[in-house]
DNA sequence: ACTATTTCCTACTATGTCAATAGGTTTATC
DNA sequence: GATAAACCTATTGACATAGTAGGAAATAGT
């Protein structure tokens, strides 16, 4: 399940795509635009400037800008960042799961398939897409 | 994300496909094989007799039985049982959400395309292809 | 009837994640 | 120097996950 930090954070790469005139997008305007709490959207902005998807500027007449056109994003790049991974099923989630059963598990091939099919919707799927 | 209790009744549902000589099945023995405690399959295989998957017997010899073909189950509907939903994001798991921007949400037809390839994928997977 | 084995049932719990909120500091513009 | 914005750290309530614990009821064989 996709949570409001993706979805969210997703929306307002759309919301900097719709309204980039070139100059900075203040949140303030992208929060009420979307009607999402300000201050919690600072902490998905955050994590999308450290990720490299936006940038930020500080003070007056600041705000955010996308740093690619819009056709150069795709949406399984914005959701991984945000989400940490987007995968359907721990066994996959690399790190962690050394599962002891990975070579006899009856589930694991069809794991594989299903995230494959994931994977490729969401990483063919472009933000230029979404205007 | 799958949660452990989707990922381990799909394992009971193949593990009974597989020995399934006409009696029932004890979960011990389903436990032993699949290296999950016997205590936390209760739960689920409990849900799965509720939800009319398999049936159970009380008493000596008893234990649990498919009760149809493995051809004739789906993977959706064993997982829909066990995880509540397989949605993919809170917007369209119907009660809960009625989201004031549903008619202007940019990101709300994709959802619904995505939701419709992963239950597209879910239930035209039969548990017979998984043995 | 007794015993062994099994499901069935209720309750509890530790841990972690989600979805925010709160309040302040720094940076840049006019 | 006032204003407006990003930036930073910390905290919180609610809920879900992944189990554990202990026993009651049902069934079969002896």
């Not at 005139?21 to 009420?32: F, M, N, R, T, V």
Request: proline share 3%; aromatic share 8%.
């Amino acid at each position: 399940m996709i949570s409001t930090k993706g979805r969210y954070g997703l929306r307002v790469m759309i919301d900097l795509a719709q309204n980039n005139d070139g100059s900075y997008i203040p949140l303030k305007d992208i929060a009420e635009r979307q009607e999402i709490s300000k201050k919690y959207l600072e902490i998905i902005v955050k994590q999308m400037v450290e990720g490299g998807l936006i940038k930020g500027l500080s003070g007056k007449g600041g705000g955010y800008k996308l740093v690619k056109k819009p056709e150069k994003y795709t949406v399984g790049e914005i959701l991984t960042l945000l989400e940490g991974t987007i995968c359907s099923v721990a066994c996959l989630a690399d790190k962690h799961y050394d599962c002891p059963r990975r070579k006899k598990c009856e589930t694991l091939p069809m794991w594989k398939e299903f995230d494959g099919i994931v994977h490729d919707y969401l990483y063919s799927k472009k933000l230029s897409d979404l205007l």
